[in-house]
T-cell receptor, first 110, second 113 residues
Framework: GENVEQHPSTLSVQEGDSAVIKCTYSDSASNYFPWYKQELGKGPQLIIDIRSNVGEKKDQRIAVTLNKTAKHFSLHITETQPEDSAVYFCAASIRYQLIWGAGTKLIIKP | EAGVVQSPRYKIIEKKQPVAFWCNPISGHNTLYWYLQNLGQGPELLIRYENEEAVDDSQLPKDRFSAERLKGVDSTLKIQPAELGDSAVYLC???????????FGEGSRLTVL
């Protein structure tokens, strides 16, 4: 079955710097790759997603890139702010089933 | 628009006791999901409903877990009897027809003593 690996498990960056989180997936049939942000005590919330027919997608300070050949996708956050501190999850979807990564705790240092 | 509502937010029980969680999805969302989330891990799907039909319950431990969505709207997840290893956050999510975006509730945190 599909397996999603996410790295790093913890990422600490200075406020204003960029953060990059990487995920790899195993099943080439996966065709939808969302990223969710989870704040303490809350459920995950979708922040950006990408489909397999697109290589890159941007939304203000957030971007996602997809390399289908290598089977990996990445989340890029530029000009990080304190409110970006949270746990970020990547996921890969195959036949309506989402397989989630283990999460990355992003810490923004003032 | 009201979000996904879950109750209770917190529940502490003794092992072997029963427990039930309730979820009310966003109006118009016909797909409902129950996930389990252990500390420091991603959500794991327990069951997915399309309207009132459970279309994926392959990961639901059916010896002790059960779920229902009788009228295709709200849903209940039950554990009986609870074990120590069931301590986790139980998340409910819903999605619109044809959309891949999941909207999550705040979760129900279960502690089994």
């Amino acid at each position: 079955g599909e397996n999603v690996e996410q790295h790093p498990s913890t990422l600490s960056v200075q406020e204003g710097d960029s953060a990059v989180i990487k995920c790899t997936y195993s099943d080439s049939a996966s065709n939808y790759f969302p990223w969710y942000k989870q704040e303490l005590g809350k459920g995950p919330q979708l922040i950006i997603d990408i489909r397999s027919n697109v290589g890159e997608k941007k939304d203000q300070r957030i971007a996602v890139t997809l390399n289908k050949t290598a089977k990996h996708f990445s989340l890029h956050i530029t000009e990080t702010q304190p409110e970006d501190s949270a746990v970020y999850f990547c996921a890969a979807s195959i036949r309506y089933q989402l397989i989630w990564g283990a999460g990355t705790k992003l810490i923004i240092k003032p | 628009e009201a979000g996904v509502v879950q109750s209770p937010r917190y529940k502490i029980i003794e092992k072997k006791q029963p427990v039930a969680f309730w979820c009310n999805p966003i109006s118009g969302h016909n797909t409902l999901y129950w996930y389990l989330q252990n500390l420091g891990q991603g959500p794991e799907l327990l069951i997915r409903y399309e309207n009132e039909e459970a279309v994926d319950d392959s990961q639901l431990p059916k010896d002790r877990f059960s779920a229902e969505r009788l009228k295709g709207v709200d849903s209940t997840l039950k554990i009986q009897p609870a074990e120590l290893g069931d301590s986790a956050v139980y998340l409910c999510a819903s999605s619109r027809p044809g959309s891949g975006e999941l909207f999550f509730g705040e979760g129900s945190r279960l502690t089994v003593l």
